[in-house]
């Protein structure tokens, strides 16, 4: 007897906040339902309001190459130099190239524009298909998945403290307490250059991802998260209890996230 395909369905919803202590927003997100399911968490930083401009310029360089290169369009990573179509996984492919895209285009304009300099941004990006999602991120931009009333980050920060764990310097539990827990070590436009981590989460009905700024972590400890993404809310509202619980904890830093749940 042939097996049904089963063809999962995304829902998604996303909000941002400037918090309680800043004077203006420099994150920014986009998330796309159509056939294109595409989400995207740019935090922005940089003097003179630069931050803004860079996690705008971000995501506008990253849909515009997905619009470029959706399927259908004629691309091919052979056209980049790629030895062999067939032995690239496309989708990862288009995910970490439209990053670097965006990197070189804000490192671009940073270096050709004084007002702009040293401007950069953070970013988590999530691209669903029917099996899973491609998860790609710069940063401490983080992505999470609810399974099973289980909270997994399934990102890793590209940052100082983080680097400090990995080598056995920090531990996990001292982070908080860390006095550089904010420095991070990659992100997108400060060089001509930048390495890209993509990974592949193959997901189930009923699944629930989070993609988000450190407005939101630093704020809200997991314990937290899981509570609230647990409750039985729209995403809207979700998005919204969120964003009170991290402005209640102290709203620090511009607060950014996307919600996406998976459901049959």
Known sequence: MPVKEVRMKLECAGITD?????????????LSQGEEALCIVADGMGGHR??????AMAIRAIVEYYRETMPGSGFSPAKNGEESPSEVDLDQ????????TANRVVFDAASGNEDYQGM????????????????AHIGDSR????????????????????????????LAEDVEFFPYKNV?????????????????????AGDLYLLCSDGLSDMVP???????????????????????????????????LILARVVA
């Not at 400037?18 to 994150?27: I, K, P």
């Not at 009333?149 to 764990?165: C, F, P, R, W």
């Open 143 to 170: 992505g999470y998945r609810l399974r099973d009333g289980k909270l997994q980050q399934i990102t890793h920060d590209h940052s100082l403290a983080n680097e400090y764990v990995r080598m056995g310097i920090l």
């Open 93 to 100: 492919y288009r995910l970490s190239h439209a990053l670097l």
């Open 18 to 30: 400037v918090g309680t202590t800043r004077d203006h927003n420099e994150d920014d997100f986009y």
């Open 222 to 256: 997991d314990r937290e998260l899981v509570e609230i993404v647990k409750r039985d809310l729209t995403l809207d509202a979700m998005c919204q209890e969120l964003v009170r619980c991290a402005n209640e904890n102290g709203g620090a830093d511009n607060i950014t």
């Open 184 to 204: 991070i070590t990659r992100a997108c436009g400060l060089s001509d250059n930048v390495e890209v981590d993509v990974l592949f989460d193959e997901f189930q």
């Open 50 to 55: 630069s931050g803004e401009v860079a996690s």
């Open 120 to 135: 950069g941004t953070t970013i988590v990006t999530g691209y669903f298909t029917e099996t899973g999602v491609y998860m």
